[in-house]
């Protein structure tokens, strides 16, 4: 049976649902602890952005199969403002809200595959891939 959960991100407690979904999949699927944490992580991140940025928006966690390969992926989609200038969002250390800055940088590195399309006015999804 296929992994597939789709979570509204509406309230804080949303985020932690988005976890344990990621969590959970990657449990069923055999990865590692540290993978696992890895891809918490990421998706902690993607819904905090959604929830903190960019309501109402979705984490969907989802089992893939490529090429022979395995993998979780994770698509975080929103009606937000959009963002303007995605290389700088990217960038270590930018932020618009006084944060960190590590959020978009960091899924970008956690994972093994990441990819972000966004269109102000209309929202953002980002793609992240962990393979197994």
């Given at each position: ?5 789709n ?22 699927m ?48 929103d ?27 960091g ?26």
């Amino acid at each position: 049976m296929t992994i597939k959960s789709n979570i509204p991100i509406i309230s804080e407690w949303d985020i932690v649902a988005a976890r344990q979904a990621g969590r959970e999949a990657a449990k069923k699927m055999n990865f590692g602890t540290v993978d696992q944490a890895r891809i918490t992580t990421a998706i902690s991140e993607l819904a905090r952005n959604i929830f903190l940025y960019a309501m109402p928006g979705n984490i969907i966690v989802e089992e893939i199969h490529e090429n022979n390969k395995y993998g979780l992926k994770i698509t975080a989609a929103d009606q937000g403002p959009g963002i303007e200038n995605i290389k700088l969002a990217l960038e270590d250390g930018y932020t618009t809200s006084g944060g960190l800055g590590a959020g978009v940088p960091g899924v970008k590195r956690l994972m093994d595959e990441f990819s972000i399309d966004s269109e102000v006015g209309r929202g953002t999804v980002v793609v992240a891939v962990k393979w197994l």
